[in-house]
Every structure is written in structure tokens, then in C-alpha cells.
């Protein structure tokens, strides 16, 4: 809407318009006159440039007047002084003189609200056209803006006489601007990485702190030809070794990456930057973060595997903290990341996020969905003071949920609940957040999606009979245990080693499973058909059905027993709910026996009346006795068999070399075998007087869900993994550096010298420990944070953990769920 002649002198009288001086007479119907002023400007260099000042004379315009050359700029200027901070103004020539063939602007007519000063003017005439100071020469109207209104404060403000151009003022700005751009601008996920662009976008409705971004190309354009030549070299080394020289490989490639340097050709727009969105405050510290292109996708969120580098004082401090950010591309956590995908490509991915720090009273994370149970709840967890040592999993929160929250509705906390939810709302899909607050109030630092609850989907719609064979296949993350871990836990912690060694030498063992399944799966066809198909791959036609710790060792006909789960766990056929049962071949036989090493020999029990009869010692055993295990077995003076014997003498063997190797691994043993069809079963065994299974459950607190079972191996290097799990603060000191990275290379080493993947046992969930995911079967920590870097990774990837306060075992344990057993051997 444009202010008519009355309403500009009204808004004059006002003081909402400036007209320095004011003649009512100059007030037109909807504009106001201006005159020309006595000085004109021309340059004198015959090449200009936008990057550096231009050279000019500056002539005054005599009373008789200055004659303008057709095609030569002239820069001209109003003696009012114009403006207003409520109204936009534009500006054209009056038509009498551009009648004349003059023009009194080329291209910029439009003015910013907030401007006051005398206006430049650009003079450019068609005919010499003579020009007097105090000419009429334009005219000027007030427009009524529409939204919320910025002053202008540029370079212009309270000029007087003709300005030349000071493009060359904001050159540097102008294409730092494009180089790096800030949260309010449109950006490309492709350049700047899903992290950015999320920040970016929320920015719009929740308070980010101001940021700008250096896009993956400008860490690709600073590579080198030789440095790419070299990455691509020892990449295709690691990948033709398949792994066998993986830490030598690794050194190389970090060593590659950490001489990529930001380019001094960019240290102008980098300050450029800088001083546009920050100012020029001496007093701002900094958040140098890594934004992966790969990073925090629907499925992937690469979590703590790129550095951040805070509290950030100088410009030289932000030139060193984006090259760390850049080496952490090539550092052991990312590389390892990449090649759990397969993914060999050298071509750097990864944008960098300079932000101004929150110095919060309070930071932390929170989550909502995590728990598959009940997905509105909202999980937090927070320290006071920066959040990046519980993120890196260094020390242990505070943890909470909005259902706690609710009663302290002003609370800090209750805006964070109301931030994740918001979020979560305008993203459409669960989310994980982090953030800082303040005096001033709750601050977005980053938000992402949710990649894997903290528990398995409880139902599945479709029909399910999904089995598993117990002690030689580990259970997939998609498995729900549910009622059965603590029962499969203590089967596979005791039995898994001794089937494998079974198997190993030659002994038979029982099949047995683990199955999950749901109503619709027992009552559907197909599904039914192939579990009984599994069943019969069995050595009995009996079986034993363990529905958890109070519904177990239910011995039914195999040909029963879908149809008698079906009743025993009330799965109707609508039913979607997933259940798990343990099913084991139920071996009667014709003979038990057990046997154990004696002396030199071995000593075997055996009985018609069954394994269990000979356990309870309600029947009377015979016996076998090898004198000496050297010796020929059928040799009179060395073998001692009582009568009914023979059906076992051709397999004394086996069921020596079984108890040897058995003896050898736990010391003195009774193993329990059953003679079905002619053939011995290995079955179970005890260490006399020595081990028993411990459960480690209480206070256990379920970081990453389902079961893994190993040996323990503990780590201590607590320093070290703290050192590498947070990025630097400041300053990168090279030697630190190499001796962090040699000490992670001995653990990763010593991890990969392992004849099985072992089960990590460390103090806490350190980031670090990232570059073990796939090297390892399981975590057990003593405490830790649900939800910082190394715990997403580990739930992404399903490989299971747990903490468990107060945890010392050792030996072989099996995680399953927040339950741990072990194998202790007792004085």
C-alpha cells in the first residue's frame, strides 16, 4: 500500500518519516520531490572490479551548471536526507527530466526500511544534458510493509554526498554466504549432511543456537591429488587383505587424513562468516561438529563415529578443530563404520558445523519411543554442564522419564519433554535429541531419528514361526526371548562350548531350539508344516518344552507339540503377540551312562533303567573301567566291562576323547550321554565340586537387547577410552594423538588375536569402543548411559549389552537381555 501526498506529510510530522529539509510544497500526490546536490562522483580507472576499491574524482557542480557526457556513469547525490523506519522506500526520476533522455538509477530503486542518509544517485544520460545543484530531480514514495520489519544497518547507513560502490566491502561475505551457509538458508542434504539440514529446519520454530556450515564439497576440494592417490592405495590394500594386516592398513589411512589441511585460499570467507553471524565478540566460545552425509539416517545414525571439538576461543582454534573434524573421516571409528557396509570409497562425505557454544546449567539427551512398550513415553537422560562426556559414554547420568517430569510441569526438564514431543510431531517419526539448557531456556543441539528401541516389536501381524538352533546359532536382534532368556541364558552359558566341543570330537548331541512365534503362526498351515519340519531334523521322537522359569521340562511326543503349545501358551489364532519357547529332543534311550576320567583311563556308568534313574541313584549302575587310555581298548588286562556292556564298547572312544577334552577345559567332569538307536548322545555334564552358573541380573540395566555368548574380556585402559571417546577441547597435540590412536590399535588387536569373538567387559560405554562392533560378540558394562553414541550404535547394529553394577566375573558368560550368566568356578 503506497502513502498518498497527505499521508507522507502527516507521517513526516510524526516523526515515522524523515525529509531533512521538508518543503510541503515538494509533497506530490504520492510522493515527495527531491533535488540534486551540488558534488558528482566519477571513476577514473578504466577497469572496475567488485573485489577491491575503485579509484574516482569528485566534481563540483558549478552555479552555471555541469554538462553530462551521453554513456558515462555519474554518481550523483539528493540533498535531503531520506528514510524511515516504518515504511519501504522506493525512488524514480521525475518524468520531465527523464523526458530528457536521463536516468537517475540503473537498477536500484528500492531502499531499505531503516536507511537515513542523502541517496546515492546513478546518472546516466542518452544526450549531454546540463544539470544544476538543487534541480529537481526525483521523486520518492513510501510503501506500508507487510510482516515483522529488520532495520537496515548496512554499509550505507547516514551517508552524505555520493557513495562509490563498496561491493569489494561485502565481497567475501557475499560468497562466503554461498560457501557456507547458515541455518536460515535453503540447503542440500547432499552437500551439508542430514544433520545440518534438521538443525536448519527446526530452526525455524525452536531455538537453535546460530550456526553456519562447511559443506562436504569443501572438505573434498581440499584433498590433494596425492593425498587421494594414497587413501585410495590403502583402501584397496585393506579391502584385497580382507582385514589380515586391518591395523597396519588403519595407520596409513589416519595418518593420510590427519595432514588434510582447510585451504588458505578460504580463510577470508571463513573470517567473513565468522563476523557476519557472530560479530565481532571476543568473548564467544565455540562447537566445532562433524555432519556426516551418511550420518543420522532412518536406519543409520552413525552416532559419535565423526569428532566434535568444543569450547572453541580463536580463529586459528576453528581453523584446527575443522581439520580434526576432517580426520576424524579417516580416524578408526568412522573407517570401521564404513567397512561394516562395505564401503571402500575414499571420497570424503562429511560437512562440518561451526556453532556458537551453550554454556548450559544443565544437557543431555531424550528420547521418545525407545521403549517399544509404551512409545509416548519420553526417556531423558542428563548431566549438569556439557553433555559431550555422556554422549561419549565417560560417565553416568542422571535418567528420567516424563512420566517423573509431569509432576514438575515449569521445570527445565518438562520443556525438554515438550521439545522431543514437538519434534517428534513435526518430523513424523520418533526422534533422539540432544540438547543444553540455560538461563534462557532449553536449546535444540541436534535432532535425529530414532534407528532402534531399547526393545524388540512385541507382535507382528503376519503369521510367525521363526526357529533357531540353540548352542551353535545365535538368536538374531529381531528375536523377542521374552519369558525364556533367563532359562535360554543359563542353557547356552553352560552347554553352548561343550556341543561345539562335541561335535568337535566326533559325539552326537541332542537337537534343541529356540522359537518364537505367535498365534497366527500355530494356527497357520504353512508355518505350522515348517516347524514340524524343523522338529524331525531331530534325533528323538520325544521333546522337552520350556515356556520360562515356572512352566518348564513339559515332555510331549513331537508330533504333539505345536498343538499343545498353542493350549499351554493360550495362542489364539488372532493372537499377534510374539512368544518364544525352548524345545530340546527328549533322548530316552537304552542305556544312560555317564562318564569321567580316572587316573589314566576313564570310568563309564551306564544303566537300562535311564540317565535320569542313574542321576537320582534309584538304579544300580554298571560299569566300564579303561585302565589306561594309551593302551588298546580291547586289550583283556586294560578294559574291565561289566555284562550288558557291549552295546557301548565300539564307541569308548568317542566318549573318552569327549570326556578328555572336557576334562582339559574345566578339570574334573562327569559328562551324561544316553545310547539311542545304537549311537551315544552327549547330553549334559557337571564340573565336580567346581563350577556353577550365576545369574547377574539385579539393578542390570538393558542398553542394547539380545543374546551373545563368549569369553570375557576385560578392559582397562578406563584413560585411555575416556581420552579417545571425547573429541579434543581446544588444541590437537600430536603426540597425544598417536599414542591414543597406538593404544586403541593393541586393544583392537588384541580383540582380532582372539580365536572367537570375544564378550567386552569395560567400566562404561566408552564411544570409542565403536570401532569392536563387529569384532565382538557382546558388552557388559558396570554402568552406563541407554542412550549416548556407543549405545545407539550397538542397538543399530544388534549386537547386544548390558550393565550390570558391581559386575566382576570372568570366564565364559552369555548375555540375554538385561540378564547375564556366568560360569564361576568356586574354590
Not at 580382507?242 to 589411512?253: N, P
Not at 570409542?768 to 541407554?786: D, N, R
Amino acid at each position: 500500500m503506497i502513502l498518498t501526498g497527505s499521508e507522507i506529510e502527516k507521517e513526516w510530522a510524526q516523526g515515522r518519516i524523515t525529509i531533512e529539509p521538508f518543503t510541503p510544497e515538494q509533497v506530490n500526490p504520492n510522493s515527495y520531490n527531491f533535488r540534486l546536490g551540488k558534488t558528482l562522483r566519477v571513476y577514473s580507472g578504466e577497469t572496475l572490479s567488485p573485489r577491491t576499491p575503485n579509484e574516482f574524482v569528485e566534481i563540483e557542480i558549478p552555479d552555471d551548471g555541469y554538462v553530462l557526457e551521453p554513456g558515462k556513469l555519474y554518481l550523483a547525490h539528493t540533498i535531503e536526507v531520506l528514510g524511515s523506519d516504518h515504511y519501504a522506500p522506493t525512488f524514480a526520476a521525475r518524468s520531465s527530466v527523464a523526458r530528457l533522455g536521463m536516468f537517475i538509477n540503473l537498477s536500484a530503486s528500492l531502499g531499505d526500511i531503516g536507511y537515513k542518509g542523502q541517496w546515492t544517485l546513478q546518472l546516466y544520460t542518452l544526450n549531454r544534458v546540463r544539470v544544476y545543484t538543487g534541480l529537481n530531480i526525483g521523486q520518492m514514495m513510501w510503501w506500508k510493509p507487510q510482516g515483522d520489519v529488520d532495520l537496515y544497518e548496512g554499509k550505507y547507513q547516514g551517508a552524505t554526498g555520493p557513495r562509490s560502490s563498496d561491493i569489494h566491502v561485502d565481497y567475501d561475505k557475499q560468497f562466503a554466504r554461498q560457501r557456507f551457509p547458515g541455518l536460515g538458508a535453503s540447503v542440500s542434504v547432499a552437500d551439508v549432511g542430514p544433520k545440518f539440514a534438521a538443525l536448519a529446519a527446526s530452526s525455524r520454530e525452536f531455538s537453535v543456537p546460530p550456526a553456519f556450515c562447511i559443506g562436504a564439497g569443501e572438505f573434498a576440494g581440499a584433498l590433494s591429488a596425492e593425498q587421494t592417490a594414497e587413501l585410495t592405495d590403502a583402501f584397496a590394500d585393506l579391502r584385497a587383505t580382507v582385514g589380515a594386516f586391518y591395523t597396519e592398513s588403519l595407520e596409513r589411512i589416519q595418518s593420510i587424513g590427519a595432514q588434510i589441511r582447510f585451504p588458505q585460499s578460504a580463510h577470508s570467507l571463513l573470517r567473513a562468516r565468522l563476523k557476519e553471524i557472530f560479530g565481532d565478540r571476543t568473548d564467544l566460545r565455540f562447537a566445532v561438529r562433524s555432519s556426516g552425509l551418511d550420518e543420522d539416517a532412518d536406519a543409520s545414525s552413525l552416532a559419535g563415529v565423526h569428532h566434535s571439538v568444543l569450547n572453541v576461543c580463536s580463529f586459528a582454534g576453528i581453523v584446527a578443530a575443522i581439520e580434526r573434524c576432517w580426520a576424524s573421516y579417516y580416524d578408526a571409528p568412522a573407517v570401521a563404520a564404513r567397512l561394516r557396509a562395505d564401503n571402500y570409497d575414499v571420497t570424503p562425505r562429511l560437512a562440518v558445523i561451526v556453532q556458537s557454544m551453550v554454556q548450559p546449567v544443565i544437557a543431555g539427551v531424550a528420547f521418545t519411543g525407545l521403549e517399544a512398550a509404551d512409545p509416548e513415553r519420553v526417556v531423558i537422560e542428563h548431566v549438569e554442564g556439557l553433555a559431550d562426556q555422556l554422549v561419549a559414554g565417560v560417565v553416568a547420568p542422571v535418567r528420567t522419564t516424563s512420566d517423573a517430569v509431569a509432576a514438575t510441569p515449569d521445570s527445565r526438564l518438562a520443556e525438554v519433554v515438550a521439545l522431543a514431543r514437538a519434534l517428534r510431531d513435526r518430523r513424523g517419526h520418533h526422534v533422539d535429541v540432544e540438547w543444553a539448557a540455560d538461563d534462557s531456556g532449553v536449546h535444540l543441539i541436534q535432532v535425529r531419528p530414532l534407528t532402534a528401541t531399547i526393545d524388540r516389536p512385541r507382535a507382528a501381524a503376519e503369521p510367525v514361526g521363526q526357529a533357531v538352533p540353540m548352542y551353535v546359532e545365535e538368536v538374531p536382534p529381531t528375536f523377542h526371548l521374552g519369558d525364556v532368556a533367563r532359562v535360554y541364558a543359563n542353557y547356552v552359558a553352560k552347554r553352548s562350548s561343550a556341543y561345539r566341543l562335541a561335535a568337535a570330537n566326533g559325539a552326537g548331541t541332542g537337537a534343541a531350539w529356540v522359537i518364537q512365534f505367535n498365534g497366527r503362526g500355530l494356527h497357520d498351515e504353512a508355518t505350522v508344516a515348517g516347524l514340524r519340519d524343523v522338529l524331525r531334523t531331530g534325533a528323538a521322537p520325544e521333546c522337552v518344552l520350556d515356556l520360562g522359569d515356572q512352566l518348564r521340562q513339559i515332555v510331549l511326543p513331537k508330533e504333539d507339540v505345536l498343538a499343545r503349545l498353542a493350549e499351554l501358551a493360550g495362542a489364539r489364532a488372532s493372537d499377534t503377540e510374539l512368544r518364544a519357547v525352548i524345545i530340546r529332543d527328549y533322548l530316552r534311550g537304552e542305556l544312560g551312562m555317564i562318564s569321567r576320567n580316572s587316573g589314566a583311563g576313564i570310568v563309564v556308568e551306564f544303566t537300562a533303567d535311564g540317565l535320569m534313574a542313574l542321576n537320582r541313584g534309584t538304579a544300580g549302575g554298571e560299569t566300564i573301567v579303561v585302565a589306561d587310555l594309551e593302551r588298546p581298548f580291547d586289550d583283556p588286562g586294560n578294559l574291565n566291562a561289566a555284562p550288558g556292556a557291549e552295546p557301548l564298547l565300539p564307541h569308548l572312544h568317542t566318549l573318552a576323547r569327549l570326556t578328555g577334552a572336557m576334562s582339559a577345559k574345566h578339570g574334573p567332569v562327569t559328562l551324561e550321554w544316553v545310547l539311542s538307536a545304537g549311537e551315544p548322545y552327549f547330553v549334559d555334564y557337571s564340573v565336580r565340586g567346581a563350577d556353577e552358573l550365576v545369574m547377574s541380573s539385579e539393578g542390570a540395566v538393558l542398553i542394547s537387547p539380545g543374546t551373545a555368548h563368549g569369553t570375557l574380556l576385560r578392559l582397562e585402559e578406563d584413560e585411555l577410552l575416556s581420552r579417545m571417546s571425547i573429541g579434543p577441547a581446544i588444541s590437537i597435540e600430536a603426540s597425544t594423538s598417536e599414542a591414543a590412536r597406538d593404544g586403541m590399535a593393541m586393544i583392537l588387536d588384541k580383540v582380532l588375536s582372539l580365536p572367537e569373538r570375544p564378550i567386552i567387559h569395560a567400566a562404561l560405554p566408552y564411544a570409542a569402543l565403536s570401532v569392536l562392533i563387529g569384532h565382538v560378540a557382546g558388552f557388559v558394562f558396570e554402568k552406563g548411559s541407554t542412550l549416548g553414541h556407543l549405545p545407539i550404535l550397538l542397538r543399530e547394529s544388534g549386537v547386544p549389552a548390558v550393565a550390570v553394577p558391581g559386575f566382576t566375573a570372568d570366564g565364559e558368560v552369555i548375555i540375554s537381555d538385561a540378564s547375564v550368566v556366568t560360569v564361576q568356578r568356586l574354590p
